[in-house]
């Protein structure tokens, strides 16, 4: 394999403005000078896993714009192959934030040219996909784009899915997903609407549905992960939380890496966990993503 990590997903510039109080239907206000990120899970996700030292692939697509340019060199930057990324067909995907002193925050998506990837894009990139351990998606991008990643999913290739934004999935993307990771509101629309008893509770009505393997994050309080042999706990290592933003495309990075080179579950996803928290204890999400030699310096309890 060329690359241990193909992220499939999306890439979206974050628009950020800070404000006094968000405005109300109608109703203008003066904000803060406008910070542009990158972000958008795919682009996330594929920083987080090339900063740990992960040969790592995206397979997205941006505008011909400067917002594109910036998830571009935001990419390469950390060492991502960007040989995947296709340029145009719609404006970039945006984020509009708006965040008030408190930290609450309102946001308005268009998904621009994440909506325009398409299966015909999965297609041309079978090459991609052969020289891939690990590939992982979320749903910012369409769900036939998905459907069409488990489809062509080389033998042996293994699937990873982070269901954000939740929604029901097909049978043939469950059943594909080694593992599916959710946090306890994706787990509620996975499941239906309907979630039971304790997280453990939860991981196993997910396996029900059909999938190799669920991880359930949980925040401050670590993440389950599941398979049809049991479920185990993993605690979260304990930090100063400075901003959760991007912890969860973190954790998944990492996970999706280790479980590629041969960890065992449990052992993958404590350096998941570690991953997740020092992300945890910086502000932002690319900016915020350790390196290896990071995530071992962590203190804490393990
Ligand atoms: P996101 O806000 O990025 O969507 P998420 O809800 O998908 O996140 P979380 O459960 O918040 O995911 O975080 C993923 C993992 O990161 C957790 O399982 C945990 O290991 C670690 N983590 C998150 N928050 C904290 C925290 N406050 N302290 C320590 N570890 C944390």
Redesign the pocket.
């Known amino acids: 394999y060329d690359y241990d990590l193909l992220v499939v997903g999306s890439a979206n510039a974050d628009l950020v403005i800070g404000v006094e109080r968000r405005p109300g239907a109608g109703e203008t206000v003066l904000g803060s000078d406008l910070a542009v990120h990158p972000g958008g899970k795919g682009a996330n996700q594929a920083v987080a896993a090339a900063r740990l030292g992960a040969r790592t692939a995206l397979l997205a697509r941006v505008g011909d714009d400067g917002n594109g340019r910036l998830l571009l060199d935001s990419q390469r930057a950390a060492g991502v192959d960007t040989a995947g990324v296709l340029v145009g067909g719609a404006p970039t995907g945006v984020a509009l934030i708006t965040v008030d002193p408190s930290g609450d925050n309102s946001i308005v998506v268009s998904p621009g040219a994440n909506g325009r990837l398409t299966p015909e894009d999965v297609r041309a990139a079978d090459p991609l996909l052969g020289r891939s351990r690990v590939v992982s998606a979320q749903l910012e991008i369409p769900l036939e784009t998905v459907v069409e990643v488990v489809r062509r999913l080389p033998e042996g290739t293994r699937f990873v899915l982070?269901p954000?934004p939740p929604r029901e999935l097909p049978e043939e993307v469950l059943a594909a997903c080694d593992p599916l990771i959710v946090?306890e509101?994706?787990a509620r629309v996975i499941a239906g609407g309907e979630l039971a008893g304790s997280p453990e509770d939860w991981a196993r009505a997910l396996l029900a549905l059909g999938p190799r393997s669920v991880v359930v994050?949980?925040?401050?309080?670590?993440?389950l992960i599941a398979t049809a042999e049991g479920t185990i706990r993993?605690p979260?290592?304990?930090?100063e939380?400075v901003d959760?933003?991007?912890?969860?495309?973190?954790?998944?990075a990492a996970l999706a890496w280790k479980l590629g080179c041969g960890e065992e579950p449990a052992e993958a996803a404590a350096y998941?966990?570690r991953v997740?928290?020092v992300?945890?204890t910086r502000a932002g999400a690319q900016v915020s993503f350790p390196t290896a030699d990071e995530v071992a310096a962590l203190g804490g309890d393990r």
């Open positions: 982070n954000s946090n509101h994706e994050t949980l925040g401050a309080e670590g993440a993993v979260a290592v304990r930090v939380a959760t933003t991007g912890a969860g495309d973190a954790f998944t998941a966990a997740g928290a992300a945890v």
